[in-house]
């Protein structure tokens, strides 16, 4: 209960103290966060396994999280040789050990040498270890076919996220009719939505079509910046891809006309590419080469870059390489920032938390605003940046690691590949739901048709039909997904996401478990 200013006297004196932070004074900002993959059904997913551990019996003997893109958690095995670089860095005395390969062993030195006092638990500089960016922008390049990356402008981060969050603290200003507005894809990864409301910017939805696989459409983007203006700034534009929770690959056409409207409209480009992998290959020679101090690591001659890409007919194309390559106007003053990271792909190194973000054509004086910015985080986890150099720089055909390591990750790859292309042959074989084509990523987001009378009990229940029913297939099945209300669709449409992660000997099951349940679900809402 609120008291009176002359209460406080006499509620001290009974004992009583009203607590400074409640609800009613917390910032409002974070009250309207809202981050879906973790949300509400998650919270229950883990009552159920606490109540499998005390015996409580179940329909179901296991919780299968498909809700969040977890890859090791979901039985992926960590490559081999991101892992023996990682412990001979945090633990040097392993270098004396003849069970880590010459190869490992001469990459915790270089990256050890690079560390303060040589030790990987001192604060690197607040953009990441020098040598790594250097490594980073190598990586870029030859990804880019030989387009030159500058260090300088590359931050490491922790995870994706960190920097997603970090641009858009940039980029957000004014107020009422001038409060930055920021449009992002729906269906959206819940990180942007959340970090919106948070910095209390103006979130602008422009809708993917899923008749034609999720595809990005100019038009529709001129829609969404049109209405927009009439009560905010908009002043960025994010595309994700590949897509999450969609699975799409942009073609180059698609990124060239997007590149085209930003300039036009005077719009900062994110480029969120996390979902596209990180391999290692060999570009043509660039113009200009980046400024670097340490030596580079030898690389394969050849490799195809951007792993998580399926489909055939698919292939990744970085926004800078298209950028860059449209020439003038465009590849000289487009702002834009590019993001990736370690923990999807065939590394799927979540919890290690590394990833950076490129800034190309980003103003001398802003850039340094963002460097003071870090410098207030001190620095990304170390052991997360070690990961991303071995990530962008894996073992060359010379090295007695190469072959295990492009063993291990063909191995992954080839499953995630077989994963996505069963999970869209069974739910489009099932009555009432309907997959659009997995081509990248690791991600499904079917479209489930759900009865009137199941719509009509979600709205008596005060929740979304597609958390509804999401709701149900958890307590019935033990299986966990996301629904699809958690990162926006078209209205009178209902989707879920499920991640393609879980091991091909659970993952069949549990299409089926899951089209079995959608039949019965329909059959008592009829």
């Known amino acids: 209960m609120a008291l009176r200013t002359d209460d406080h006297g006499q509620a001290a004196t009974n004992g009583l103290k009203e607590k400074v932070l409640t609800l009613d004074t917390m910032n409002p900002c974070v009250r309207k966060v809202e981050y879906a993959v973790r949300g509400p059904i998650v919270l229950r997913a883990l009552e159920l396994e606490q109540e499998l551990r005390q015996g409580v019996k179940k329909p179901f003997t296991e919780v299968i999280r498909a809700n969040i893109g977890d890859a090791q958690a979901m039985g992926q095995t960590p490559i081999t040789f991101l892992r023996q670089v990682l412990a001979l860095c945090v633990h040097p005395d392993l270098l004396n050990s003849p069970d880590f390969p010459d190869d490992a062993k001469r990459r915790a030195e270089r990256i050890l040498q690079a560390c303060g006092g040589h030790?990987?638990?001192?604060?690197?500089?607040?953009?990441?270890?020098?040598?790594?960016?250097?490594?980073?922008?190598?990586?870029?390049?030859?990804?880019?076919?030989?387009?030159?990356?500058d260090p300088n402008n590359i931050f490491l981060s922790t995870g994706a996220s960190d920097a997603i969050v970090t641009l858009l603290k940039l980029l957000v200003a004014g107020e009422g009719r001038t409060r930055t507005g920021v449009l992002i894809p729906i269906p959206?990864?819940?990180?942007?939505?959340?970090?919106?409301?948070?910095?209390?910017?103006?979130?602008?939805?422009?809708?993917?079509?899923?008749?034609?696989?999720?595809?990005?459409?100019?038009?529709?983007?001129?829609?969404?910046?049109?209405?927009?203006?009439?009560?905010?700034?908009?002043r960025a534009l994010c595309i994700i891809n590949p897509g999450n929770p969609t699975g799409q690959v942009q073609t180059r056409e698609c990124i060239e006309a997007v590149i085209r409207f930003a300039f036009e409209e005077g719009l900062f480009l994110l480029a969120d590419e996390v979902l596209a992998g990180a391999p290692a290959g060999?570009?043509?020679?660039?113009?200009?080469?980046?400024?670097?101090?340490?030596?580079?690591?030898?690389?394969?001659?050849?490799?195809?870059?951007?792993d998580n890409v399926y489909a055939e007919g698919s292939q990744f194309h970085s926004f800078k390489k298209v950028l860059t390559e449209m020439g003038p106007p465009y590849a000289a003053r487009q702002e834009l920032a590019s993001f990736h990271s370690v923990s999807k792909g065939y590394m799927g190194e979540c919890g290690f938390r590394g990833g950076y973000v490129e800034l190309v054509n980003m103003d001398a004086a802003v850039q340094q605003q963002m460097q003071k910015l870090r410098s207030v985080r001190l620095c990304p986890p170390t052991p997360g940046q070690v990961l991303l150099d071995v990530a962008v720089s894996p073992p060359a055909p010379s090295d007695p690691s190469f072959a295990q390591f492009q063993a291990e990750k063909r191995a992954v790859l080839a499953e995630l590949a077989a994963k996505a292309k069963l999970t869209e042959q069974v739910f489009n074989e099932t009555p009432g739901i309907r997959c659009n084509p997995v081509q990248g990523a690791m991600y499904s987001f079917p479209r489930v048709q759900l009865p009137p009378r199941a719509v009509q009990r979600a709205q008596e229940l005060g929740v979304a039909p597609d958390m509804f029913f999401c709701l149900r297939l958890l307590e019935e099945t033990g299986i966990c997904v996301v629904p699809g209300s958690g990162f926006g669709q078209r209205e009178g449409t209902y989707h879920f996401r499920m991640t393609i992660?879980?091991?091909?000997?659970?993952?069949?099951?549990?299409?089926?478990?899951?089209?079995?349940?959608?039949?019965k679900f329909t059959r008592e809402y009829s």
Request: aromatic letters at 8%; glycine letters at 4%.
């Open 119 to 149: 030790s990987l638990g001192a604060y690197s500089i607040s953009s990441g270890t020098q040598l790594i960016r250097e490594d980073v922008a190598r990586y870029i390049e030859r990804r880019d076919g030989g387009i030159p990356a």
């Open 282 to 306: 060999r570009g043509r020679r660039a113009a200009a080469r980046a400024p670097v101090t340490h030596p580079a690591v030898a690389r394969p001659p050849v490799q195809v870059y951007q």
């Open 188 to 234: 959206q990864y819940p990180l942007y939505s959340a970090a919106l409301a948070e910095l209390s910017a103006v979130q602008v939805d422009y809708y993917l079509d899923e008749e034609r696989a999720w595809a990005l459409d100019v038009a529709e983007l001129r829609r969404a910046l049109l209405q927009a203006r009439d009560h905010c700034r908009p």
């Open 501 to 519: 992660l879980p091991p091909m000997e659970k993952l069949r099951p549990l299409l089926e478990t899951l089209s079995q349940f959608h039949a």
